[in-house]
T-cell receptor, first 112, second 115 residues
């Protein structure tokens, strides 16, 4: 069965420091991986996706993610965190029938 | 705004009442999805449509839940005889094509509270 794990409930980082939000996956076949962000009382906003090709994927708001097949990981990164990046981040894997399977989410807190 | 829209944004109801939510997808998106998100969890798939056809329903979708997309445009999700366990955020998403790589774009959600 396909699944996604986000091992950290919360990540704390100081503004201006690099941030990493971790995601590991378990799928059969080639994974299609996504990152979404959710602000309070809002829906999910698409950040980026990996389908094939370069392992480093660039997305919205300066975020990027690195696909690592051997470690079955798809960690979200940003070189310099902003306070406005504070939100809930979800990693997801897409099944062949188009359903998204989400992780439980990681709360990112960026402190001034 | 040409994104996915949902109505209402919030709904408070008493146990046993029926509720209906509406989702308007991005124009010309032929796939429409419903997800449910409870506090502290990621969204869970409920059902999806390609045009007006409902192609899959999750086991989470009990007989009290029904979804329609009569003309292949907007969709409604109805919950009959609501229970406190139905309290959640109901999210709608749409995608443009029938390919497995297409991105799903989400609406703001409808937060349901069952008293």
């Amino acid at each position: 069965a396909q699944s996604v794990a986000q091992p950290e409930d919360q990540v704390n980082v100081a503004e201006g420091n690099p941030l990493t939000v971790k995601c590991t996956y378990s799928v059969s076949g080639n994974p299609y991986l996504f990152w979404y962000v959710q602000y309070p009382n809002r829906g999910l906003q698409f950040l980026l996706k990996y389908i094939t090709g370069d392992n480093l994927v660039k997305g919205s708001y300066g975020f990027e993610a690195e696909f690592n097949k051997s470690q079955t990981s798809f960690h979200l990164k940003k070189p310099s965190a902003l306070v406005s990046d504070s939100a809930l981040y979800f990693c997801a894997v897409r099944r062949g029938d188009n359903k998204l399977i989400f992780g439980a989410g990681t709360r990112l807190a960026v402190h001034p | 705004d040409t994104g996915v829209s949902q109505d209402p944004r919030h709904k408070i109801t008493k146990r046993g009442q029926n509720v209906t939510f509406r989702c308007d997808p991005i124009s010309e998106h032929n796939r429409l999805y419903w997800y449910r998100q409870t506090l502290g969890q990621g969204p869970e798939f409920l059902t999806y449509f390609q045009n007006e056809a409902q192609l899959e329903k999750s086991r989470l979708l009990s007989d009290r839940f029904s979804a329609e997309r009569p003309k292949g445009s907007f969709s409604t999700l109805e919950i009959q005889r609501t229970e406190q366990g139905d309290s959640a955020m109901y999210l709608c998403a749409s995608s443009p094509l029938a390919g497995s790589t297409d991105t799903q774009y989400f609406g703001p959600g409808t937060r349901l509270t069952v008293l």
